[in-house]
């Protein structure tokens, strides 16, 4: 009866410690695949963003510069502009020379 109990014994913690050594292995690794993971999906999202932002300004900037070469320039020509302002030298709005679409246009 005696063996029994120390092999029962020594069973037990020989389970003990390989379950707590798997336990603290598998909570390491995991953290940092989570990790690993998260500044992956940051990174692309920061690209996919300044892609579209890039992409958004190029439009903007090639509708602004279509819209000065032809001198033609109205409320009904801005299709992604929402405003053009004309200034003075003394960086003062010119209100007769501005152009801007209705701010409700989308509701």
Excluded: C, H, P, W
């Amino acid at each position: 009866m005696n063996i029994n109990v120390r092999l029962l014994l020594i069973t037990f913690a020989v389970i003990v410690i390989i379950s707590l050594s798997s336990t603290f292995i598998f909570y390491s690794s995991t953290t940092t695949l989570l990790k690993n993971q998260y500044s992956q999906v940051i990174l692309n999202s920061n690209s996919d963003f300044n892609n579209v932002f890039q992409a958004l300004v190029g439009s903007l900037d090639s509708e602004l510069y279509e819209l000065t070469e032809t001198k033609n320039i109205s409320s009904s020509n801005l299709t992604n502009l929402d405003f053009i302002f004309s200034i003075t030298e003394d960086r003062k709005i010119i209100q007769s020379k501005s152009k801007y679409e209705s701010f409700f246009r989308f509701f």
